[in-house]
């Protein structure tokens, strides 16, 4: 296999893994486990592999046509820079799911657990490979989206809920505003592909969008990030599974953002604006997250607080625009992967074997727990910074960087102070964690009895502290050769040299980190008794807290001004806001006239069928009456309304389109039942007896009907200007004519349109109806028809009173009675209709007919059952299961569509032959037919979902009336 077709390996083996394991029974733990373990390690070792392709500097490239002519390609990337997030996304993710398989307990659903954390680390490594800028805003989004699932994980848990829903409101707004600065970077570069994109720099940067791009871009790093101001919704976060917060806290969800702001810093970095903002943003999160850190009473809580600090710290090294800062950043990223994901394992163990996280009941669990005691102070000792561990090495990068003069202001002569202060909170909260811990007195009245864990739930924190150790003491001879070959892929020409040495003499970052380690272990002497005995949050800032702030607008966003908003303009009827949008509308299409000189002449109306005329009378006629008469009378309405439609299908046959005539006929019989179906459970509507209300509602009726046509009649006016004044050579019907065969494959021009040269808008036409379905579905389980309603027609009642006296008929008879034959004759009917519409789709490639018409075709089929049998009958003789048919449906035609990308064309390119048939002869094929039955597949089950929510309003409230009699019985 080729290095460019393990990149598509590298994303869908997660994503493959995920629906493997959401499938997988609740008792399979060890499956679950191994399946994925399996995976993860698999990624693994496909980044290892890719490494001597990368390691000269080289980029791997891989594409796949969508929208070429969009600029939108399935295009997949791998630098040095991505190869090492790549490892860290596998190595932890493989570490998380080992330490996850004894964490996790046997009550737990863990298939939904293996599941999310798959498809999340997918979504993530497409993220780091993505060489689209729109398809990094998509696996960006998918990250926020799987985060959200992890984190409410246990979903009985109101914290939980609560944390998820705030990662997901806040990190899923910044990432709106970072596809709006993606595709301004795209409208200024003039291209969407990652590779110009950094190659254009200058153009960026000297634009007069550079500034609004940058904020929106910034906007959703460091939300993703959890940087000030957004920091709060990273604590509330720890409600999720120890596993989930060591993977999303090392080497995934929060350092997305700092990637992001590392990838694009060739091209951002080195303007006023990016080192105020970012740098305001990293030295206030840098300096806060420390400081709130020292404070927290639950072990998960300082971790997380340290989490956000230590991004901080990547932030601001980003913001100074030097390349040695750049060099810094790049290599804590991976310092602080290791030891955060181990200080969390280690806290996920105390909790999981002591049964408390609460460092006001931890105490002197070095006794109980010596080997995890041990690992937990050595990875706690390289977050503090200490000589001969990783994170001293680019601590001292830092303080050494901050020292440089990035630029006259105040905030650049500040930074030294901060980073010291920064650091000595760092040791303060770092020898809290050990002291109050491990060492003193004995616990009492914990939860459990503390002991070691398994070997086998320890060995992640074992590998992770030892790689702390070994980057710390021979840091050139492990992580040298790597870090080179990321910060090669970042500052290409720009690298500067650096040193990993860990002795650099006696120098001004030594003092700095000396001051700093010593301040910190005083601080933590003098807090040691207010510490033992506080509440979350530091002592006069407890009402600052995010959570509070982020409550406050919620309410204020969703209670006073939307309220504000329903109440000046909102209605609970409907009519009243189809005025206005439509009076909107109209003033909207209105306005160039008004303001401007802006006019068009219409051609002159010759050679017109004066039968043609009429005809179209008769359907004006029948669309202004159905549109006067849809309030009270619904069923005429209606009749109209289908006049009308029926006038529209006599139009396209009358212009030689029998496809769309088919096609209009078919939705004009499923939409008309349905709607009948849908107006027997509404109220029914009555005039006012006197006299001001009926004129009244007279005078707004003529308001609406004036209204309508005008809106009518401008659309036409339009329409048949932009039909008749546009030159011949324009259209672009020739081309389809004369190209549907060649290129498709098929001589019906309508369906080859539909299924191969704009197959793209039909599956996001279908991918709209199966969600609109569904959506009606949603609705319609929770409607409860209109107390007028409920009584069944005053003929089926009669019979219904004449099979009383016949108790020797069975039930089926005793309620279709009154319907008898047409009953017997819809149900013959059936086979036959299911014979059209196969026939319909067979030939639709080259005939009038197709994957909608025939959907639709056998949709009527199952109407026509319903209508027959009723509900309760025709769900006890045929499973629908109309879920399954849109979710099929949809999968096909996507599969079809991707099929086209193995011979590397582009989506949904179709290939057509012929196939030598014995007795018959040639038989013409087109991959178009699977894409076709997919549509088929998910009509039918939309309409089919649609017709079951109405259906089932008729049991609904038969048992309504079955209680309220057998009530009115027992009274009796």
């Known amino acids: 296999m080729s290095s460019e077709n393990l990149l598509y390996l590298l994303i869908a083996l997660p994503f493959a893994g995920s629906a493997l394991a959401a499938i997988l029974p609740t008792n399979a733990r060890n499956t679950e486990a191994w399946l994925a373990g399996s995976v993860m390690f698999a990624a693994f070792a496909i980044v290892a592999i890719l490494y001597p392709f990368i390691s000269e500097g080289e980029v791997l490239r891989s594409d796949i046509e969508w929208l070429p002519a969009q600029g939108l390609n399935f295009t997949l990337r791998m630098d040095g820079f991505a190869w090492m997030f790549s490892m860290l996304i596998t190595g932890i993710g493989f570490l998380v799911v080992l330490y996850a398989r004894y964490y996790m307990s046997p009550r737990d659903p863990v298939p939904r657990f293996f599941s999310f954390l798959l498809a999340f680390a997918g979504a993530m490594q497409g993220m780091v490979i993505a060489g689209n800028l729109i398809l990094l805003a998509i696996f960006w989004e998918l990250t926020s989206i799987f985060s959200f699932l992890l984190i409410g994980y246990w979903h009985h848990n109101a914290a939980a809920r609560e944390g998820a829903r705030m990662s997901l409101i806040i990190t899923g707004t910044g990432g709106l505003c970072l596809l709006a600065g993606l595709i301004l970077t795209g409208y200024i570069v003039g291209s969407y592909d990652l590779d110009s994109v950094l190659a254009a720099g200058n153009a960026i940067r000297e634009h007069e969008l550079y500034v609004p791009t940058l904020a929106l871009i910034l906007l959703g790093a460091l939300t993703k990030s959890a940087q000030f101001p957004f920091h709060f919704w990273l604590p509330n976060a720890m409600a999720a599974p120890t596993p989930v ?12 953002g700092v990637f992001l702001l590392t990838r694009l810093w060739p091209v951002l970095s080195g303007t006023d604006e990016w080192f105020f903002i970012l740098g305001l943003a990293g030295m206030s999160t840098l300096l806060l997250g420390a400081y709130f850190a020292i404070f927290q009473r639950d072990l998960k809580g300082l971790l997380a607080y340290s989490t956000i600090s230590h991004l901080g710290l990547i932030t601001t ?19 602080h992967a ?6 969390f394992m280690a806290a996920g163990i105390i909790d999981h074997e002591a049964g408390t996280r609460d460092m006001r009941k931890l105490s002197g669990l070095f006794s109980y727990m010596p080997i995890t005691a041990t690992l937990a102070m050595v990875a706690s000792a390289a977050m503090a910074g200490v000589p001969l561990l990783n994170g001293f090495l680019s601590k001292e990068m830092f303080f050494a960087e901050t020292l440089g003069q990035h630029s006259s202001s105040m905030l650049d002569e500040m930074l030294p102070y901060v980073a010291t202060i920064a650091g000595a909170f760092a040791v303060t909260y770092s020898v809290r964690f050990i002291h109050t811990v491990f060492f003193g007195p004995k616990p009492q009245e914990l939860p459990g009895e503390p002991h070691e864990p398994p070997h086998w739930m320890r060995l992640p ?12 003491i021979i840091p050139g001879m492990t992580i040298g050769p790597y870090l080179h070959t990321a910060v090669t892929s970042v500052l290409g020409d720009r690298t500067p040299q650096y040193s990993l040495a860990i002795w650099h003499g006696i120098s001004t970052p030594l003092i700095m980190s000396t001051i700093a380690f010593i301040s910190g272990i005083l601080l933590y002497l003098i807090l040691k008794n207010y510490l033992a005995r506080c509440e979350d949050g530091p002592p006069g800032l407890n009402h600052l807290k995010g959570q509070h702030i982020f409550d406050r607008m919620l309410v204020t966003l969703s209670w006073r001004w939307a309220r504000w908003l329903e109440e000046s303009f909102g209605t609970h009827r409907l009519q009243p806001q189809l005025f206005l949008v439509i009076l909107i509308a109209l003033i909207a299409g209105c306005w160039p006239f008004i303001t401007t000189d802006s006019s068009f002449a219409l051609p002159g109306l010759t050679g017109i069928d004066p039968v043609f005329a009429l005809l179209w009378g008769t359907g004006m006629a029948c669309a202004l009456g159905a549109a006067y008469q849809a309030k009270y009378h619904r069923l005429a309405a209606l009749i109209l309304m289908g006049g009308a439609g029926l006038i529209t299908c006599i139009t396209f046959v009358w212009f030689s389109a029998p496809d769309l005539a088919v096609t209009q006929l078919l939705v004009e019989i499923v939409t008309t039942v349905l709607i009948l179906l849908g107006l027997r459970w509404l109220p029914k509507r009555v005039e006012k007896i006197d006299i001001a ?35 011949l050579h324009d259209s672009i019907a020739r081309f389809f004519v004369e190209q549907a065969y060649p290129e498709g494959g098929g001589h019906n021009v309508v369906n080859v349109i539909l299924v191969d040269f704009r197959g793209f808008d039909t599956f996001g036409e279908i991918t709209v109806l199966g969600i609109v379905a569904l959506t009606v579905y949603a609705l319609l389980r929770r409607f409860r028809p209109a107390p007028d309603s409920i009584d069944i027609p005053e003929q089926q009642r009669r019979q219904n009173a004449f099979d009383d006296d016949h108790p020797e008929r069975s039930i089926g008879e005793t309620v279709h009675d009154y319907l008898l034959v047409p009953s017997v004759i819809m149900q013959w ?15 639709g490639h080259d005939l009038p007919g197709g994957g909608f018409a025939a959907g639709i075709t056998l ?9 027959a049998s009723g509900t309760r009958q025709i769900e006890d003789r045929l499973h629908i299961m109309p879920i399954r048919w849109i979710g099929f449906g949809l999968l096909l035609a996507a599969l079809t569509g991707m099929g086209s990308w193995l011979p590397r064309f582009p989506f949904l390119t179709t290939y057509s032959t012929y196939l030598e048939i014995p007795l018959i002869g040639q038989l013409p094929v087109a991959t178009a037919l699977f894409f076709d039955l997919g549509v088929l597949l998910l009509v039918v089950g939309a309409t089919a979902l649609m017709l079951l929510a109405i259906a089932h309003q008729s049991t609904r409230s038969y048992r309504t009336r079955t209680t309220e009699s057998a009530k009115t019985g027992e009274e009796t």
């Open 245 to 256: 917060s060591a993977y999303l806290h090392s080497a995934t969800m929060v350092k997305a």
């Open 317 to 335: 090294l980003l913001s100074l625009g030097s390349p040695l800062a750049a060099v810094a950043a790049i290599f804590h990223m991976v310092n």
């Open 338 to 343: 290791t030891f955060k994901a181990s200080l």
């Open 461 to 472: 924190i074992e590998f992770l502290v030892l790689a702390c150790l070994i980057v710390g």
């Open 693 to 727: 209300s009926t004129l009244t509602a007279k005078a707004r009726r003529l308001r609406d009907l004036i209204l309508a046509i005008s809106c009518g009649s401008g659309m036409m006016l339009i329409a048949y200007h932009a039909m008749t004044s546009a030159p």
């Open 829 to 843: 009917m059936f086979p036959f209709i299911i014979l059209l519409a196969v026939y319909l789709f067979l030939r």
């Open 859 to 867: 949709a009527i089929g199952l109407l026509l059952q319903y209508l």
